[in-house]
């Protein structure tokens, strides 16, 4: 079992930055290759990926929305995970939620049913 906790969400006016955590606890877990992924659903909308990093090889991965702007990193020795987001607009606005995915992924990386641990969530707020 695997339990993602995220954190560093708030508010920030456009142009502004934040970075996201995520400490993934695991509990009976002894993989070493899975995939790790940020997602967001804002209000009214289902939720998208938005990027994510294979802990096998540190291969990461974007949704188009946000390359250039958004850049995934992990730090295996405290088991965290970061999303730093610069360049913030108000479309960016929604809850952000951390999943792992257990295993290996086949496919496309950023489908959320490829997932089957979830954080709770954290809020990004920006404004214009």
């Known amino acids: 079992q695997v339990s993602p906790v995220e954190s560093g969400g708030g508010s920030v006016q456009a142009g502004g930055s934040l970075r996201l955590s995520c400490v993934a606890s695991?509990?009976?877990?002894?993989?070493?290759?899975?995939?790790m992924g940020w997602f967001r659903q804002a209000p009214g909308k289902g939720r998208e990926g938005v990027a994510a990093?294979?802990?096998?090889?540190?291969?990461?991965y974007y949704a188009d929305s946000v390359k250039g702007r958004f850049t995934i990193s992990q730090d295996n020795s405290k088991n965290t995970l970061y999303l730093q987001m610069n360049s913030l607009k108000p479309e960016d606005t929604a809850m952000y939620y951390c999943?792992?995915?257990?295993?290996?992924?086949?496919?496309?990386?950023?489908?959320?049913?490829?997932?089957?641990?979830w954080g709770q969530g954290t809020q990004v707020t920006v404004s214009a």
């Open positions: 990093i294979y802990t096998g090889g540190g291969s990461t």
């Open positions: 999943a792992h995915s257990g295993s290996r992924i086949t496919g496309f990386i950023l489908n959320e049913g490829k997932y089957p641990y």
């Open positions: 695991a509990s009976g877990y002894t993989g070493s290759r899975y995939y």
